[in-house]
């Protein structure tokens, strides 16, 4: 699984590179422009805010690069080429999640690195940018990501995985269940079996969706005002009472949790449909 | 495992909505080349995906060299080359890079014997793949599956998009993969002329289900087309699978030509003439189900 994840990091790089220039250098010259025209933002000249808020953009970014990856890995049907490796299905899986999820985990880093910096710089940190606030934006970064993913496999529950073979597991190599799974005869029993089949598929990936759902509830509850900083600083909603550490271990175990569920979903799936 | 067969199917059943296949029951011994004909979604693709644990079956039991394929260990693939209507490369690397990706998975990757071949395919080592034709697609396809020099191929149409050169160039190949009588190719086509080249047996596979499995010589030999006169009238004529009357103008289509010629001496038939078949035709008239047209 490591070497497909270090594989996988060597071929994208580009990409994270790519996005943090775009992710920095961007927002950068948005700054120096309103910077020459004297601009404040709370209080900051623009180009101090915007380094200061550096940090967050590389993280971003990295997200970013991660998102163009899973997308990029979908399109070119890479799953299907690993498939055909001597891995195991669970390894096939992991490396599905972790490429991504190592983007973010390598902007982190870089990203703590650039708040030092910036402290250094302006010597006070930027009140909404320590990090603590870091580390979770990174959680939910991770969880976001593994939320794409989790939201990929149940899409393909409905088109591609039958479900007996789902609530069976893997059937290569060993018995089906006997008479029960022998064909009926052509005509309206079969025809009924199959309603059967769309109806249970449906239903299975609906219930994958209330699954994403209820993940994403809790994330809401748990760590979106302090992680996305869509809401004011200070402002208190969620059962952590603003104690961004453990905001950050919940988001960081619902990423988990997402994962699991990923990977008990891809270890089910059929990999080509008729 | 030696003298177990390349592969075993046994009871394999697989449900889409709309499509059932199976059961299958098909067998490939080491050294033969099978091929695998039948229309557009008919299950081709589906049974060589379950060979290559591509996709999960409902029932059914699959053995690859004599071990069952667990999905929780994938060292067993390691025996298997695969050409797919799906390739997967990465397609901003080149082929070369893609090439050395997979050298770093595949035990007994040859770089130099997949250079080799990529050669023989007159195929660009330093170009993208997204900058590639379909046909030097395919030709990375089977470069890919041919590299680590392993003892099952399965190969699921894999000379579409290829000019008639290099197709021969790629049976050519297979050709000598086959020389050491180990290994063994499980051909998916409906390109016939290809198979009839390499193929030893046939599977004729029709909505799921298999129709046929029979010798390439026997079907050659066995098959005729005749027509004779006898009479305004229908008859029952052995082993014909496709019947036509025209008054007393009778055209069959027999998958034993002797035997149906001696039932018609015995009744008489004037103007008795027979013309062997071509696999195409032969497959043709397999897979649409025979014919029983009559008139006046």
């Known amino acids: 699984m490591w070497r497909l994840v270090r594989e996988g990091l060597r071929i994208h790089r580009r990409v994270l590179l790519s996005a943090w220039t775009t992710g920095t250098l961007g927002p950068l010259s948005a700054f120096v422009v309103l910077a020459h025209f004297g601009v404040k933002i709370d209080g900051w000249q623009a180009l101090a805010w915007a380094a200061a808020a550096l940090p967050a953009y590389l993280l971003g970014a990295s997200a970013v690069a991660?998102?163009?990856?899973?997308?990029?890995?979908?399109?070119?049907?890479?799953?299907?080429?690993?498939?055909?490796?001597?891995?195991?299905?669970?390894?096939?899986?992991?490396?599905?999640?972790?490429?991504?999820?190592?983007?973010?985990?390598?902007?982190?880093?870089?990203?703590?690195?650039?708040?030092?910096?910036?402290?250094?710089?302006?010597?006070?940190?930027?009140?909404?940018?320590?990090?603590?606030?870091?580390?979770?934006?990174?959680?939910?970064?991770?969880?976001?990501?593994?939320?794409?993913?989790?939201?990929?496999?149940?899409?393909?529950?409905?088109?591609?995985?039958?479900?007996?073979?789902?609530?069976?597991?893997?059937?290569?190599?060993?018995?089906?269940?006997?008479?029960?799974?022998?064909?009926?005869?052509?005509?309206?029993?079969?025809?009924?079996?199959?309603?059967?089949?769309i109806k249970a598929g449906t239903v299975l990936s609906t219930l994958g969706w209330f699954v994403l759902f209820a993940l994403v509830c809790a994330e809401i509850v748990i760590g979106v005002p302090y992680s996305t900083l869509i809401f004011p600083p200070g402002l208190r909603i969620g059962v952590h009472n603003g104690n961004l550490a453990v905001c950050t271990a919940a988001t960081s175990a619902l990423a988990i949790v997402t994962a699991a569920f990923t990977v008990t979903l891809f270890r089910r799936r059929t990999l080509i449909a008729r | 495992m030696s003298g177990a067969p390349a592969f075993a199917l046994t009871g394999v059943e697989k449900r889409f909505p709309g499509f059932t296949l199976g059961p299958i029951d098909l067998e490939l011994e080491p050294g033969t080349v099978l091929g695998f004909v039948g229309p557009n979604g008919s299950g081709k693709s589906t049974t060589l995906g379950c060979i290559a644990g591509l996709v999960v079956p409902e029932a059914g039991s699959i053995e690859v060299f004599g071990r069952r394929p667990d999905p929780r260990e994938g060292a067993w693939k390691a025996d298997l080359g695969v050409v797919a209507e799906t390739h997967g490369f990465y397609m901003n690397r080149s082929v070369e890079e893609n090439l050395r990706f997979l050298s770093r998975f595949l035990p007994g990757w040859s770089q130099e014997r997949a250079r080799r071949l990529a050669g023989r395919f007159a195929l660009p080592l330093d170009k993208q793949v997204r900058h590639l034709s379909k046909g030097n697609v395919a030709k990375l396809a089977l470069v890919a599956a041919l590299g680590h020099t392993p003892r099952l191929l399965l190969l699921d149409e894999p000379t579409a998009g290829l000019d008639?050169?290099?197709?021969?160039?790629?049976?050519?190949?297979?050709?000598?993969?086959?020389?050491?009588?180990?290994?063994?190719?499980?051909?998916?086509?409906?390109?016939?002329?290809?198979?009839?080249?390499?193929?030893?047996?046939?599977?004729?596979?029709?909505?799921?289900?298999?129709?046929?499995?029979?010798?390439?010589?026997?079907?050659?030999?066995?098959?005729?087309?005749?027509?004779?006169?006898?009479?305004?009238?229908?008859?029952?004529?052995?082993?014909?699978?496709?019947?036509?009357?025209?008054?007393?103008?009778?055209?069959?289509?027999?998958?034993?030509?002797?035997?149906?010629?001696?039932?018609?001496?015995?009744?008489?038939?004037?103007?008795?003439?027979?013309s062997r078949m071509t696999i195409d035709e032969i497959a043709v008239t397999i897979l649409k189900g025979g014919s029983h047209v009559a008139v006046g």
């Open chain 1, 66 to 197: 991660g998102w163009i990856t899973i997308g990029t890995e979908l399109s070119e049907h890479r799953v299907r080429l690993h498939a055909l490796l001597p891995l195991s299905s669970g390894d096939l899986a992991l490396a599905q999640l972790v490429l991504p999820s190592a983007m973010v985990l390598i902007g982190l880093p870089v990203s703590h690195a650039a708040a030092v910096l910036a402290r250094a710089m302006h010597g006070t940190p930027a009140p909404w940018l320590g990090h603590t606030t870091l580390n979770l934006m990174a959680a939910h970064l991770l969880l976001l990501l593994q939320l794409t993913l989790a939201a990929k496999e149940v899409t393909a529950l409905r088109d591609t995985v039958s479900w007996k073979a789902w609530i069976a597991g893997p059937a290569t190599g060993r018995r089906g269940g006997g008479s029960e799974s022998r064909p009926q005869p052509d005509g309206e029993p079969a025809r009924g079996r199959e309603r059967d089949e």
């Open chain 2, 164 to 274: 008639p050169v290099v197709r021969s160039e790629v049976l050519d190949v297979l050709w000598e993969v086959l020389e050491d009588g180990e290994h063994a190719i499980f051909y998916s086509t409906h390109i016939l002329s290809d198979i009839s080249r390499l193929a030893d047996e046939l599977v004729f596979l029709r909505d799921g289900r298999i129709l046929l499995r029979s010798g390439k010589d026997a079907l050659t030999d066995g098959w005729r087309r005749i027509s004779f006169r006898l009479g305004e009238r229908d008859v029952a004529v052995a082993a014909a699978v496709e019947y036509r009357r025209v008054r007393a103008e009778h055209q069959v289509v027999s998958d034993d030509g002797e035997a149906t010629l001696a039932q018609l001496r015995e009744l008489g038939a004037e103007a008795i003439e027979q």
